[in-house]
């Protein structure tokens, strides 16, 4: 058995999978489902980092005790309050009674408010050090990767980092859980989906935590979902730095709502364009038909976004609008933004995709396009005008 969850010195993966899940948080799908990690060491002082998911607290349980069989957990680490990681708390400490819980100041009132738990605890403070015997434990608090009680546990002893939502990524854990011993081919496009969806607006509070987690001496990164970190943090951390600088590949994201086709042969045009001027990485999304999380991923990933409406109602269209809002809610920074659209009798979106993003730090490229009704030569020749011009400014940064 504990060949089969021990990760390093006495440390065990006691995590779950969630198969059954259609939608994280209730608006991001999940094709490959996802897992919520929990951690075991079983030091002479047992600790639990984090929990899983209430729904699935009969099988956490029984892996914690295949462990432990009678022994009790002694204390649980929360390193993140997020119901998908502290679901089970209230579950677990109805089993574990005397368990000590370990947390930051902001920690316990959201432990007492969701689960009504109360009793013994141990507050951290930055810095803090807690000792379960042959692993020494030492905490760095990391607000706002994702919530503003968010902490880290490094284990000094072994260099395990547990990090929380950081270094996260979409899917289940399909028998192994070690980088070294999986197919990560599905994780990579899944880790940028992650990020760019649920900590995508954090840019700010990831950098400030890889700062101060350079120069530790990490072995292994135990985030609280998707796989274990050893061989590949180098490449993980690379993708959590390069996001949350904002920071992007040469590439056009075209993203355009159409109701009867005549956005969409603008969409087709631009892209045509681009592709003509040398521009290979180009991905078209009708946001009627492409989840959000999947366009957004894709913004996270490319320099250039090029987003197109028709005018409905004397407005954007609303799943545009949509779309905007979430690119706007992430502070997306670093974009070159193109603008174009349709309309039957007024026009009106453009104008009002131009005032909204202005409310962004997105560079404006070209000059917005607008066509009545339907495609004619001269509305052609600006879709190309914009395309160039978003084609000529990628193509400046090659230098
Ligand atoms: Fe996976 Fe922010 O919780």
């Not at 000590?100 to 013994?120: H, L, P, S």
């Not at 946001?287 to 894709?298: A, Q, T």
Request: proline share 4%.
């Amino acid at each position: 058995m504990n060949e089969k969850t021990l990760i390093k010195g006495k440390i065990h993966y006691v995590g779950v999978n969630d198969r059954q899940k259609r939608l994280f948080e209730g608006m991001w799908p999940l094709p490959n489902g996802v897992s919520y990690n929990s951690y075991l060491i079983d030091d002479d002082i047992v600790a639990l980092v984090d929990t899983v998911d209430a729904c699935y607290f009969e099988a956490y349980l029984r892996k914690i005790r295949a462990i432990l069989g009678d022994r009790p957990v002694q204390y649980l680490i929360i390193n993140h309050m997020e119901p998908d990681h502290s679901g089970s708390i209230r579950l677990i400490k109805q089993q574990y009674p005397d368990m000590v819980i370990v947390g930051n100041k902001q920690t316990f009132g959201m432990i007492e408010g969701f689960y009504g738990v109360t009793g013994d605890r141990y507050e951290v403070k930055e810095g803090d050090f807690l000792s379960l015997g042959r692993h020494c434990l030492r905490f760095y608090l990391t607000p706002m990767v994702h919530w503003p009680e968010t902490m880290m546990t490094f284990d000094e002893t072994e260099g395990v980092l547990f990090a929380g939502d950081a270094f996260g990524c979409f899917g289940t854990l399909d028998g192994g859980f070690l980088d070294t011993r999986i197919d990560l081919d599905k994780y990579w496009e899944e880790m940028t989906r992650y990020y760019s969806n649920i900590v995508g607006k954090y840019g700010n509070p990831v950098q400030k935590a890889l700062a101060k987690l350079n120069g530790l001496p990490i072995q292994a990164v135990c985030s609280t979902h998707g796989p274990v970190w050893t061989e590949n943090i180098p490449r993980v951390a690379g993708i959590y730095d390069r996001l949350s600088r904002y920071e992007a590949e040469e590439g056009v994201v075209i993203a355009y709502g159409s109701m009867y086709g005549h956005t969409e042969q603008m969409a087709e045009a631009i892209a045509s364009e681009l592709s003509a001027q040398g521009i290979r990485h180009i991905v078209m999304h009708n946001v009627s038909k492409s989840h959000p999380s999947y366009i957004l991923k894709d913004i996270f990933k490319y320099r250039g976004l090029i987003i197109g409406s028709p005018t409905y109602c004397n407005h954007i269209y609303p799943e545009v609008e949509a779309l905007l809002d979430k690119i706007l809610l992430r502070e997306v920074k670093n974009r070159y933004l193109g603008l174009f659209g349709s309309f039957c009798w007024a026009g009106a979106a453009v104008k009002r995709m131009g005032e909204l993003t202005e409310k962004g730090k997105f560079e404006p490229v070209g000059d917005p396009v607008e066509m009545k009704q339907a495609m004619t030569p001269l509305a052609q020749e600006r879709c190309e005008q914009l395309a160039q011009a978003m084609a000529d400014r990628l193509k400046k940064d090659r230098h």
